[in-house]
């Protein structure tokens, strides 16, 4: 469907718990608790049946994040019936890697299109500094037996207050052999990400364009997603860049979220939307649902203002609002 801004709206993020088994520094930090209760948050059923309506509604692709999804009971199933909603086309997961090597094959068994994986370092001890968690192999392992399992493949990563900034080029040196995106995030100051200080990608750039002769920009490929990419010759993976601090996206903004409490948010960066959940422990029709659903696809902002002070900024950590 349309928004009030002429922007389609076709992708849905479901963000399926809190919680998270890792503690990445600029994502959680002591102030934000876990361990949300199983009845606060929206259950299988529940899902479904706001995705089915979302799907009424044009939303053809379904990213599955958290917290950490993986830690979330019976995730495979959630797929499953995800996959199996009519009008959803492609069914994504964004996850730390930490849990996924043993999951892989029921993931794609159950229709999973492909997978994101965060990763900020190559380094062991590094990785362990970064999420507090010495989890390093776990994930490699999980981003090799994606590959081979057939799955498209994208590497999320994040370069935070210096601390990685050296391994920008070894991130590089992943897309020589194997066929994966990499793309680096700009950090944006939502909940723990206020006390650190992202790298800007247009330094990132530069630093890559002085290691490598034969960098090109390529062409948007997804037709509205944040990342620009380029390509080194004679690499197999690309390269991109999400830049919502250096280089806005909303103009091209496709999707709407929706929280574990069940909340669909209008956009990242505010906290306007509607509490569904509260619709549906009051058994409200669904010709009722698709209303709101759609009221609020329709009313959604025109963009994001992270570097100017607004009204209804969003209060919430990133593991609450899925990145
Ligand atoms: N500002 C802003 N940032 C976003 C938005 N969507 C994703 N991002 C950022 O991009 C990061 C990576 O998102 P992913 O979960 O990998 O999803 P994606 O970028 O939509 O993935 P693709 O569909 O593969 O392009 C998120 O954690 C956010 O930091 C958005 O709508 N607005
Ligand atoms: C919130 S996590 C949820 C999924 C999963 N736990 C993971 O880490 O991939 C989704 C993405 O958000 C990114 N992220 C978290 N905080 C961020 C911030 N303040 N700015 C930009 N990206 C952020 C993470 O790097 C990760 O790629
Ligand atoms: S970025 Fe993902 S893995 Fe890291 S703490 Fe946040 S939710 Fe967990
Ligand atoms: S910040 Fe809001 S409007 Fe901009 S791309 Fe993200 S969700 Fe869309």
Redesign the pocket.
């Known amino acids: 469907m349309i928004d009030k801004f002429g922007r389609e709206i076709d992708?849905l993020?479901i963000s399926v718990t809190e919680n998270c088994n890792l503690k990445c520094i600029y994502c959680i930090d002591d102030n934000n608790i876990l361990n949300t209760c199983n009845k606060d948050i929206l259950n299988d059923d529940e899902i479904i049946k706001i995705a089915t309506q979302c799907a009424l509604l044009g939303i053809k692709k379904i990213?599955i994040?958290g917290g950490e999804p993986l830690v979330r009971k019976n995730i495979e199933n959630l797929i499953y019936r995800l996959s199996n909603i009519e009008g959803i086309e492609e069914i994504?997961i964004?996850t730390n890697g930490v849990l996924l090597h043993d999951k892989l094959e029921a993931f794609k068994k159950n229709g999973l299109t492909g997978v994101?994986i965060s990763l900020h370092s190559l380094r062991k001890d590094r990785f362990k500094e970064l999420t507090k968690f010495d989890k390093l192999d776990e994930v490699l392992s999980a981003i090799d037996k994606a590959l081979k399992l057939g799955l498209k493949v994208?590497i999320?990563t994040v370069i935070v207050d210096d601390i990685n900034k050296d391994e920008i080029i070894d991130f590089i040196n992943l897309t020589k052999n194997k066929n994966l995106d990499l793309?680096f995030?700009e950090l944006?100051p939502i909940g723990a990400a206020k006390k650190h200080k992202g790298t800007n990608n247009k330094e990132i750039l530069n630093i890559i364009k002085s290691n490598f002769k034969n960098v090109k920009e390529e062409n948007k490929i997804?037709k509205s997603?944040?990342?620009n990419y380029i390509k080194i010759e004679g690499y197999r993976g690309k390269v991109g860049f999400?830049s919502?601090i250096s280089s806005c996206f909303c103009e091209d903004?496709n999707?709407i979220r929706l929280t574990s409490s069940g909340f669909l948010k209008k956009c990242?960066?505010y906290n306007y939307g509607v509490d569904l959940k509260k619709h549906l422990d009051n058994e409200i029709f669904d010709k009722d649902l698709n209303a709101l659903i759609y009221e609020n696809i329709y009313d959604k902002p025109e963009k994001?203002l992270f570097l100017e002070s607004c009204d209804n900024k969003e209060n919430k950590y990133m593991n609450q609002i899925g990145?």
Do not use: D
């Open positions: 992708y993020r990213r994040t994504y964004t994101n994208k999320n793309r995030i944006m997804e997603g944040p990342a999400i919502p903004c999707r990242l960066h994001h990145g």
